[in-house]
């Protein structure tokens, strides 16, 4: 992948999951599932960092419609600060690396 700065504000170190998404789909012309939303950032070297201020972040979702969320693995220990009644609202799915998180969001098998 090729990551250029068109507007002369600096490179970031960091890359949503959304984005790659947003690529990948692109190139293979399939789109997201629907009511879905991808949480996450990767560094430029594909290391998948977890969700700050999960338990807020899960609730701007569902207060927008989410029906699926995927959420990187390693935000996993966060879920003790997330209500339960806002845990049932969506379907959670977990993700380990970026092409499995491509894979699961276009439901590529």
């Not at 090729?2 to 999951?17: E, M, N, P, V, Y």
């Not at 997330?82 to 690396?97: C, N, R």
Request: net charge negative; with cysteine; glycine share 8%.
């Amino acid at each position: 992948m090729h990551i250029a700065d068109l507007q002369g504000i600096g490179l970031t170190s960091q890359l949503a999951i959304a984005e790659l998404i947003g690529l990948c789909s692109g190139a293979l012309e399939k789109p997201v599932q629907e009511n879905t939303v991808v949480l996450g950032n990767m560094t430029v070297g594909g290391t998948i960092e977890k969700v700050e201020e999960l338990a807020n972040v899960l609730q701007v979702c569902v207060d927008a419609g989410a029906k699926k969320v995927l959420i990187p693995a390693s935000s996993v220990v966060d879920f003790q600060t997330v209500p339960s009644d806002l845990l049932i609202k969506v379907q959670l799915i977990f993700y380990s690396d970026p092409i499995d998180t491509v894979f699961k969001a276009l439901g590529v098998s």
